[in-house]
């Protein structure tokens, strides 16, 4: 038997694996042919390149690129051939070159300025190797390829594969750098860059900020409250499209970089005043309850007592405003609450009540707990001089006709109680009357009048049920500060001191109580009434 010559072996096709890549990779397999060529490797390289994997090769159509192919073994001269082709009949020649090996490895390349146009999309590259006339095939391999034309979207985001080159972004991924936002979408739609996650470095990504914040994507701080959209997010939990995320007036960064209040709380100190009013309109602190520590709330110095929060001592009588409401009972913003010509803080520190005239000791500790001798024969010669008057005038109870008040509470306060008045049923009265008729003397009268000033024949609390009475029993408490005269926060302190007592109600409605006599509260405002 004839043993077959190596001319004949040198005719069987190699069969390679192609990588085309910008590195040389050797060919793992081929076919020995007679003058044992062999394709050693093969290197794609240049712009249109656009990625390499294990069996496919990712190419554009638009752009150059050249292959390099090396081969090795005997020495001669040889033709290397490329050509593509999608199918068995369909195939397009890139070029044939002819190349003189020495014995070792040659190679040889081809330019190839622009991918034929008809043959995109899943191609194959075919280099083959022939002898020195061009007819006897000695080896062979091929490669996979992915070819993109300029117009077409490969990964379908909206974006061209020509458009994608121009901006940096994968043809083969529909969001390159993974931000929750296609690439065409962050190009055509919200100008964001579709190579970075997070184009205004704010701390959150293009996507969250569109998709669930509806943030500006390249705004670092979309509201311009100081705060970036991420630390609101994902550090403060205030709302990054909102300026003053709890409306207090003051903006969330105002809030977090100055006043180190809570930007989610209206009121962080829970004093009774939004943060914007203490810091805008009362310059008390944000986050201090009672900024000048005199033992009322700012709030309630503001909204109650009508004092000024950042003075502990408003009136400057000696007393701080929370001594006077809660201990003395004595008015915050008037230095002699008891008009005797002493001041509360001068009355406390001498022992005396400064809600009394009169000088009696109201037992502070220290304080001589003893009626003064001279304040007793002062008032024992009152009680005679007025005595008269007195019994003129208080004659009538108060769920009846009541008496006026003195000359004092006439000047002071409004028309709504009555003046004192003669019904003929007093002797005394008359007689005084009538000695004024004959000509008495100026003494008789100052006396008379001052008699009228010192002794009010209504007490706080009894004014306060006149003006009940004369209004079915109900009353807004605003309308017992006009009918009294009184400042608001002495009426605050005599209807609190009344409702604990018992003797009337506060209903509240609104932002507005409603005082009322037990009795004559609504039976559907029974059970608010009951809870205050």
């Known amino acids: ?124 590259l075919v280099v083959e190797v022939f002898g020195a006339n061009g007819t006897n095939s000695l080896a062979q391999t091929s490669r996979s390829l992915t070819v993109f034309p300029p117009e077409g979207d490969a990964d379908d985001d909206g974006l061209a594969n020509q458009r994608e080159l121009e901006y940096g972004t994968d043809i083969r991924e529909s969001d390159t750098d993974g931000d929750g936002l296609s690439d065409g979408a962050e190009v055509n739609n919200y100008e964001t860059n579709p190579t970075d996650p997070d184009s205004d470095g704010d701390g959150l990504s293009d996507g969250v900020e569109v998709n669930e914040f509806e943030t500006n994507p390249n705004e670092t701080d979309t509201d311009g409250d100081g705060l970036t959209d991420g630390k609101e997010v994902t550090t403060y939990n205030t709302d990054p499209t909102k300026a003053d995320s709890d409306g207090d007036g003051l903006s969330d960064g105002e809030e977090v970089n100055e006043y180190e209040t809570d930007p989610n709380v209206a009121d962080s100190d829970e004093d009774g005043l939004s943060d914007g009013e203490e810091v805008n309109q009362y310059e008390t602190n944000p986050t201090k309850a009672d900024t000048d520590e005199d033992g009322l709330s700012d709030g309630e110095e503001v909204n109650q007592y009508e004092t000024n929060p950042t003075k502990a001592d408003t009136d400057e009588d000696g007393l701080g405003d929370g001594k006077e409401v809660n201990e003395y009972d004595t008015d915050p913003n008037d230095p002699d609450t008891d008009g005797d010509g002493v001041g509360d803080g001068t009355e406390v520190e001498r022992g005396t009540n400064p809600n009394t005239r009169g000088g009696r000791s109201i037992g502070l500790p220290g304080a001589d707990v003893r009626i003064s001798t001279l304040v007793m024969l002062g008032a024992i010669l009152l009680v005679g001089l007025v005595a008269g008057a007195v019994l003129a005038r208080r004659h009538s109870s108060l769920s009846g006709l009541v008496p006026g008040v003195s000359k004092r509470d006439r000047d002071d306060g409004p028309a709504e109680f009555p003046t004192p008045r003669n019904d003929g049923g007093d002797e005394t009265a008359d007689e005084t009357a009538d000695e004024d008729a004959d000509g008495a003397t100026a003494d008789d009268t100052q006396e008379q009048e001052q008699a009228e000033e010192e002794e009010s024949p209504l007490s706080d609390e009894e004014r ?67 809870d205050l």
Not at 90 to 101: E, V
Not at 488 to 515: C, P, Y
Request: glycine fraction near 8%; aromatic fraction near 4%; hydrophobic fraction near 35%.
């Open 464 to 530: 306060v049920l006149y003006l009940l009475d004369q209004h079915n029993g109900q009353l807004r408490q605003s309308a017992v500060v006009d009918g009294t005269g009184w400042s608001k926060s002495k009426v605050s302190r005599v209807l609190s001191r009344m409702a604990d007592e018992g003797t009337i109600e506060k209903i509240n409605i609104g932002r507005e109580n409603i005082i009322a006599r037990p009795e004559s509260v609504p039976d559907h405002a029974r059970s608010q009434s009951d």
């Open 1 to 124: 038997m004839t043993r077959p010559s190596l001319s004949l072996l040198g005719n069987a096709l190699l069969v390679v694996v192609l990588l085309v890549s910008t590195a040389s990779i050797p060919i793992a397999a081929q076919t020995a042919s007679a003058n044992d060529v062999q394709i050693r490797g093969i290197e794609h390289a240049g712009p249109g390149v656009v990625a390499t994997e294990s069996d496919r090769t990712y190419i554009t159509a638009w752009q150059p690129s050249n292959v390099t192919v090396t081969i090795g073994g005997e020495s001669g001269t040889y033709s290397v051939c490329t050509r593509v082709q999608s199918g068995p009949n369909s195939a397009t020649q890139l070029g044939c070159r002819q190349i003189n090996s020495n014995g070792g490895q040659s190679s040889v390349t081809f330019n190839v300025e622009q991918w034929p146009t008809n043959e995109t999309g899943s191609q194959q």
